[in-house]
């Protein structure tokens, strides 16, 4: 069984897809180990703990330092036993402490088609805004592997999704979201899970399934 730890800050629907994708059989052989939120009464733990995965929050504020709360995390996620690290919707910046200790083994959603519309600032519905904002036609979501940089690290796995007239931020997100995050996440883990994913140049190439 291929274990993950999904890191979360809200609503949690990314997390919601990977759950309906183990539960109804289209994602195979992966569990989830552990849900983790920065922020206490995050909808996405109530989720988790409704399938009875384990879920907690652990807040940066509850610490010190960005140091001291980063190596609460690594310490809680190794305990898990966890293969992955997935960002789901987790909008605190990681150290490069934290990224080091888990090299090439976190991935990131992102609801746009990097390398636009991403980097410092861009989250959330500040992402839909701003490529309404710019008059883009086409956007859509991304999977990547996280490095040092953000949303610059080897991308796994992206989607397209048309924009149309009379779009609000919340509309397209929502639109991305069905159309894009829910499917292309699941399907990365899934390939990760089964050995199809390998990094090579600093880009991510993924195998088809046979
Ligand atoms: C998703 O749209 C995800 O792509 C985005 O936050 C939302 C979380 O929703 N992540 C980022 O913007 C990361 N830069 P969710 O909690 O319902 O999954």
């Known amino acids: 069984m291929f274990k993950i730890a999904v890191l979360v800050s ?3 629907t990314n997390l919601q897809a990977v759950i309906d994708s183990i539960e109804n ?10 849900v983790i939120s920065n922020k206490e009464g995050a909808y996405a733990l109530e989720r988790a703990q409704k399938h009875g995965i ?5 807040s940066p504020g509850s610490y010190a330092d960005r140091t001291e709360y ?24 990681l150290s490069s ?27 959330g519905l500040k992402v839909h805004e701003q490529a309404l904002k710019r008059g883009v036609k086409v956007t859509g979501a991304t999977v990547h592997f996280v490095d040092e940089g953000t949303d610059t690290g080897p991308i796994i796995i992206q989607k397209a999704v048309y924009i149309e007239n009379g ?26 899970a089964e050995g199809r994913v390998h990094t090579e140049d600093g880009r991510a190439i993924m195998e088809d399934k046979q």
């Open 10 to 12: 809200g609503g949690g």
């Open 25 to 34: 059989g289209s994602l195979k052989d992966v569990s989830i180990v552990k």
């Open 54 to 58: 384990e879920a907690k929050c652990i």
């Open 70 to 93: 980063f190596d609460a995390m690594i310490e809680e996620i190794r305990a898990s036993g966890a293969d992955l690290i997935v960002l789901a919707g987790f909008l605190v910046v």
């Open 97 to 123: 402490r934290f990224v080091e200790a888990f090299k090439g083994k976190i991935i990131n959603i992102h609801p746009s088609l990097i390398p636009a519309f991403c980097g410092d600032g861009y989250y």
């Open 167 to 192: 779009d609000t931020p919340e509309i397209l997100q929502k639109r991305v979201m069905e159309q894009a995050e829910w499917k292309i996440l699941p399907e990365a883990i899934q390939a990760i």
